[in-house]
């Protein structure tokens, strides 16, 4: 099954998605992700990107958009892709219909995490990735698991583009331009919103139930 998880900055789109790869042997497509490894390349397009991002705007679609194909194309990850952070526009949208066609794929579920912006604020400025492994968890809320996590404290970074003023626009901006993809996604057949203010641990197991496993 190939799924998207939709829902605003801090929704818990990319905590759900590794514990669905981590249960379920699913691949990760997180838009956000490619490009920020990208970004670490310090290559000329990784620069160009990191201006972008740091922003908290959109990077073009020609670039988001040949991500997207070189998964969607991979015999790899046929079937079990879950979609991160994209689409993100309804002319991304329209373009993975696109892509889906010509690899003869199709959604099979979207899931959409509901989260109020006050929350959001407070997930974000807190969050922390490892540089290492890419898990994600937060300082105010995971003070242990930071303590114990196998790949060491000191690995623990921050999004350049989690401060509040960033944080701010990319809000406005998933209002504007990303919420009104949510009208072409719920017409999925398979369609779920979720509480987003739910434990990690009660979204996960709604997903499952979801996922029929
Ligand atoms: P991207 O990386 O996709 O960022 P985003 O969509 O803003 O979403 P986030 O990653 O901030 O949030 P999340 O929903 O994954 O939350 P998380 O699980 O981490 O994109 C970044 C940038 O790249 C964009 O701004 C844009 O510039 C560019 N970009 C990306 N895709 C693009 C595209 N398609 N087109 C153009 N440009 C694109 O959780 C957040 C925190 O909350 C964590 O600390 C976590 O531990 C905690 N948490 C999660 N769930 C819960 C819970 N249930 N209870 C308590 N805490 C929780
Ligand atoms: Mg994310």
Redesign the pocket.
Same mark, same amino acid.
């Given at each position: 099954m190939n799924i998207i998880?939709f829902? %605003? %900055? /801090? =929704? #818990?789109? #990319? &905590? $759900? =998605? $590794?514990l669905i790869v981590k249960k379920h042997n699913y691949f990760q497509l997180? &838009? #956000?992700?490619?490009?920020?490894s990208e970004v670490k390349k310090n290559t000329e397009l990784g620069n160009k +990107?990191e201006k972008?991002?740091s922003? /908290?705007?959109? !990077?073009?679609?020609e *670039?988001?958009n040949k991500l997207?194909k070189q998964t969607v194309g991979s015999l790899r990850f046929r079937d079990r892709i879950i979609f991160?952070?994209? %689409?993100?526009?309804i002319d $991304?949208s329209k373009h993975l219909d696109v892509i889906l066609k010509e690899f003869s794929q199709k959604i099979d579920i979207v899931i959409s995490?509901v !989260?109020p912006r006050e929350? +959001?604020e407070?997930? +974000?400025i807190?969050?922390? &990735?490892c540089d290492k492994c890419n898990l994600?968890?937060? @300082?105010?809320?995971?003070k242990e698991e930071i303590k114990l996590h196998p790949c060491g404290e000191d690995n623990f970074v921050k999004?350049k583009?989690?401060n509040l003023s960033? !944080?701010i626009s990319?809000?406005d +901006?998933?209002q504007k331009t990303?919420k009104p993809v949510l009208d072409f996604l719920s017409k999925n057949s398979n369609f779920h919103e979720i509480d #987003? &203010?739910?434990? *990690?641990e @009660? *979204?996960s197991a709604k997903i499952d139930t979801f996922l029929n496993v």
């Open positions: 998880l829902g %605003p %900055p /801090g =929704a #818990g789109k #990319g &905590t $759900q =998605a $590794q997180s &838009t #956000g992700d490619l490009l920020r +990107i972008i991002i922003k /908290g705007n959109f !990077v073009s679609d *670039i988001v997207i991160d952070g994209f %689409p993100r526009s $991304q995490l !989260v929350i +959001i407070k997930r +974000i807190g969050r922390i &990735t994600t968890l937060n @300082e105010y809320f995971n999004r583009d989690d960033i !944080v990319r809000y +901006i998933y990303t #987003g &203010t739910l434990e *990690i @009660e *979204i």
